[in-house]
């Protein structure tokens, strides 16, 4: 009787470790529906994606890092520079394409850098990514005289048109959740994130080269948060010095809510994209109830102690 309700306890925890993360988002949508009739209609919910497309974005960039094992806190500082960037390439008559790549290289090399200090150097992500958001944000307001620059002509297509019925931002994510899992789960360099975010000194033993691996990391990282950047700029047809403020936090919230472990090691791309919508709608349903800007920034930094301490306490357990 006793093994049977062992087996039964541990097939209940399986059950919940496995799908838990699906019932919370079930949970928020049923919770937003209350809270706002129109919610499940097909405009909406494609207007709270887009919406959430560039923390969506930054989750999946996020989810690398963290599965090599490293974070990045200066995501929102790079997001704004790679934006405004990509907005004043295309200001001096750029063309679409190289507007793109402008932003594109600007957040490559900002978070290869951070790549380079952490993993060459030897200097904690969490160090040399803090420094980068600091001297980034402080380069932001430096390039723009800390105003908004609003006169952007046609940048807002990017940000607020539609292929077909479905707005870009929410294609980008799409093509973005594709790519991650087919790194993640048909190729070496997948294999390599996990093979060292889970055991570093195992698998430089196993001939895997780390310190590359990690930079390879930094390197996608820096594509989606550039990419994350431009959408956010050309949603609000504005570039806006500011931008990105407090972002990193959710991109990091998103990522370990969807399954992935501040140890290292652990994360998948579905789960990071189901993290990132919950983020999303949870934000969605405290503006539908008019609560203050301030109260959801301690709503958020609850979810994000939770989250954490529900990480380490699977950690403990796991051992």
């Not at 919940?16 to 209350?34: C, E, N, P, T």
């Not at 929102?76 to 907005?87: E, K, Q, W």
């Given at each position: 009787?006793?093994?049977?309700?062992?087996?039964?306890?541990?097939?209940?925890?399986?059950?919940?470790?496995?799908?838990?993360?699906?019932?919370?988002?079930?949970?928020?949508?049923?919770?937003?529906?209350?809270?706002?009739?129109?919610?499940?209609?097909?405009?909406?919910?494609?207007?709270?994606?887009?919406?959430?497309?560039?923390?969506?974005?930054?989750?999946?960039?996020?989810?690398?890092?963290?599965?090599?094992?490293?974070?990045?806190?200066?995501?929102?500082?790079?997001?704004?520079?790679?934006?405004?960037?990509?907005?004043?390439?295309?200001?001096?008559?750029?063309?679409?394409?190289?507007?793109?790549?402008?932003?594109?290289?600007?957040?490559?090399?900002?978070?290869?850098?951070?790549?380079?200090?952490?993993?060459?150097?030897?200097?904690?992500?969490?160090?040399?990514?803090?420094?980068?958001?600091?001297?980034?944000?402080g380069g932001v307001m430096l390039y723009t005289g800390g105003m908004p620059i609003t006169r952007t002509g046609n940048f807002a297509a990017f940000g607020q048109g539609f292929i077909g019925p479905i707005p870009i931002p929410i294609v980008v994510v799409a093509v973005i959740w594709a790519v991650s899992a087919f790194i993640l789960n048909h190729t070496t360099l997948g294999r390599k994130f996990y093979a060292i975010g889970g055991n570093a000194e195992a698998a430089r033993a196993s001939g895997i080269n780390v310190k590359r691996t990690t930079l390879f990391a930094y390197f996608i990282n820096g594509i989606f948060v550039a990419i994350a950047g431009i959408i956010f700029m050309s949603r609000l047809n504005s570039g806006t010095p500011g931008g990105g403020d407090g972002y990193a936090l959710d991109a990091i919230a998103s990522t370990v809510i969807g399954g992935s472990s501040l140890s290292g090691g652990i994360g998948t791309a579905t789960g990071t994209l189901v993290g990132a919508i919950i983020m999303g709608l949870i934000s969605n349903i405290l503006n539908l109830v008019s609560v203050q800007s301030y109260v959801q920034s301690i709503v958020k930094g609850v979810i994000i102690v939770l989250a954490v301490v529900l990480d380490i306490s699977a950690k403990k357990k796991s051992v």
């Amino acid at each position: 009787m006793r093994l049977e309700n062992t087996l039964k306890g541990n097939s209940v925890k399986s059950i919940a470790s496995k799908y838990g993360i699906y019932l919370v988002l079930v949970l928020m949508v049923v919770i937003s529906s209350i809270a706002s009739p129109n919610f499940l209609t097909v405009s909406n919910i494609l207007s709270v994606l887009r919406q959430s497309s560039p923390t969506i974005i930054l989750a999946f960039g996020a989810m690398f890092l963290m599965i090599s094992g490293s974070m990045d806190l200066s995501v929102g500082s790079v997001l704004a520079i790679s934006g405004i960037f990509s907005l004043s390439v295309y200001m001096m008559g750029g063309s679409w394409l190289g507007a793109i790549l402008a932003g594109i290289m600007t957040g490559l090399v900002c978070c290869t850098l951070s790549g380079i200090i952490s993993a060459y150097v030897g200097v904690p992500s969490f160090i040399v990514t803090l420094a980068m958001d600091l001297i980034v944000r402080g380069g932001v307001m430096l390039y723009t005289g800390g105003m908004p620059i609003t006169r952007t002509g046609n940048f807002a297509a990017f940000g607020q048109g539609f292929i077909g019925p479905i707005p870009i931002p929410i294609v980008v994510v799409a093509v973005i959740w594709a790519v991650s899992a087919f790194i993640l789960n048909h190729t070496t360099l997948g294999r390599k994130f996990y093979a060292i975010g889970g055991n570093a000194e195992a698998a430089r033993a196993s001939g895997i080269n780390v310190k590359r691996t990690t930079l390879f990391a930094y390197f996608i990282n820096g594509i989606f948060v550039a990419i994350a950047g431009i959408i956010f700029m050309s949603r609000l047809n504005s570039g806006t010095p500011g931008g990105g403020d407090g972002y990193a936090l959710d991109a990091i919230a998103s990522t370990v809510i969807g399954g992935s472990s501040l140890s290292g090691g652990i994360g998948t791309a579905t789960g990071t994209l189901v993290g990132a919508i919950i983020m999303g709608l949870i934000s969605n349903i405290l503006n539908l109830v008019s609560v203050q800007s301030y109260v959801q920034s301690i709503v958020k930094g609850v979810i994000i102690v939770l989250a954490v301490v529900l990480d380490i306490s699977a950690k403990k357990k796991s051992v």
